[in-house]
């Protein structure tokens, strides 16, 4: 197989493994605090990535790394599981999926602001009808009942963008799995004293969709995910490779219908769409 094939199926592997995120977490919110079920899928992920780390004898990163590292942290271990968990406590995973259409757009704006790049002016134009098309979907759905889970859900996404920019940074010096592994060990102590602090008194109303959704967003989407999303960045390229996250939005749809038996109607379907299309345009003229 050859590079960009493999970078390809690497990045889409990644893509598939992150769609399933928001609905494990819904299922996982039914039962579980969202601050339990956020120190505990990065505490479980953690102890596994310091396992690999010992187990293939890793390099410590230099010092210089820790703030990139912190951003990271920042971005996809702490700030966007704990956001989503919180905003799907007040909406279904089919309308928080939706915001994740501008997630590459995100990573885009942060590329931009930390690596210099100079889009074309239609790049904001793509930028600004994106967000228009989101806002105006809230809106139609009554944007003050969901007002604080639609606002948590775009907190989430430009902070997973930060992590997701400062993390292809930082991997090409120490590799993508590496990244990831040693954001998670940075704030172990933090988010295993939380989930001690946070875990319930006791299991026994815990239904299995639950224990299978932390499960999932423990070993998938916090660990096992990144290994194929970073590799594929590598290999192929952060610019060409990132644009896999545009099918991320129809795979999540797919898989809150499929397995929480979420109603997905035409006009969510048709905002999705449109924010994919602008996000597309926008990578266009990034350059």
């Not at 999540?252 to 449109?274: C, K, N, R, W």
Request: hydrophobic share 55%; with cysteine.
């Amino acid at each position: 197989m050859n590079k960009t094939a493999s970078a390809w199926i690497n990045g889409f592997i990644g893509v598939v493994i992150f769609a399933g995120s928001l609905p494990a977490t819904r299922a996982a919110v039914m039962d579980f605090d969202p601050v339990f079920l956020t120190s505990a899928r990065a505490s479980i992920a953690a102890l596994l990535g310091a396992a690999i780390l010992l187990g293939f004898r890793q390099r410590r990163p230099a010092p210089a790394d820790m703030p990139t590292l912190g951003a990271v942290t920042l971005g996809v271990v702490i700030g966007f599981p704990l956001l989503t968990a919180l905003a799907l406590r007040h909406v279904s995973s089919a309308h928080s999926i939706v915001f994740l259409g501008l997630l590459p757009l995100c990573t885009a704006i942060f590329g931009v602001l930390r690596g210099g790049e100079r889009p074309k002016p239609a790049f904001w134009l793509f930028s600004l009808a994106g967000s228009a098309f989101v806002v105006g979907y809230a809106a139609c759905n009554g944007i003050e009942t969901s007002l604080k889970g639609d606002a948590l859900m775009l907190a989430a996404v430009v902070v997973c963008g930060l992590g997701y920019a400062e993390g292809a940074r930082l991997s090409r010096r120490l590799g993508g799995w590496q990244v990831i592994s040693w954001a998670l060990i940075l704030v172990l102590p933090l988010t295993l004293t939380t989930a001690l602090w946070t875990m319930p008194a006791s299991f026994a109303f815990v239904r299995t969709s639950a224990w299978g959704g932390l499960a999932y967003v423990s070993l998938f989407s916090m660990l096992i995910g990144f290994v194929f999303w970073y590799r594929g960045l590598a290999q192929g390229g952060i610019a060409s490779v990132s644009q896999l996250q545009l099918l991320q939005p129809f795979i999540g749809l797919g898989f809150a219908a499929l397995l929480l038996h979420e109603t997905v109607d035409p006009a969510m379907l048709g905002v999705t769409l449109m924010a994919v299309a602008c996000v597309a345009g926008s990578k266009k003229f990034a350059a």
